[in-house]
């Protein structure tokens, strides 16, 4: 599957944005979904993930309460929106799929990845 993340863009603290991860390929609704994000000079990190039904999610401590993972099987697409943007919420995001049935944490478990999308939030 290839996957290409966009939504990305300048916004001030409280603002809000939405990303989109298009893929290609016919088997979409069998892969899990995450995002994930990588800021200047730090690991990549867990943000979000969503099953292959949509039904469970999962969040990054960071995200829960302020972002929502959501899927179109019939579109190949998976959204992440975000509210309540905060300065240290600035990174590229990813987006990433993989084959494994459960929700995982560790990017080691997502086999594709698109190109990150930039995110940048102005204090």
């Known amino acids: 599957v290839q996957l290409q993340a966009s939504g990305g863009g300048l916004v001030q603290a409280g603002g809000s944005l939405r990303l989109s991860c298009a893929a290609s390929g016919r088997t979409f609704s069998t892969y899990v979904m995450g995002w994930f994000r990588q800021a200047p000079g730090k690991a990549r990190e867990f943000v979000a993930a969503?099953?292959?039904?949509?039904?469970?999610?999962d969040y990054a401590n960071s995200a829960k309460g302020r972002f929502t993972v959501s899927r179109d099987n019939a579109k190949n697409t998976v959204t992440l929106q975000m509210s309540s943007l905060r300065p240290d919420d600035t990174a590229v995001y990813f987006c990433a799929a993989s084959q494994r049935g459960a929700l995982y944490r560790d990017r080691a478990y997502y086999g594709y990845w698109g190109q990150g999308t930039q995110v940048t939030v102005s204090s």
């Open positions: 969503i099953n292959w039904s949509g039904g469970t999610t």
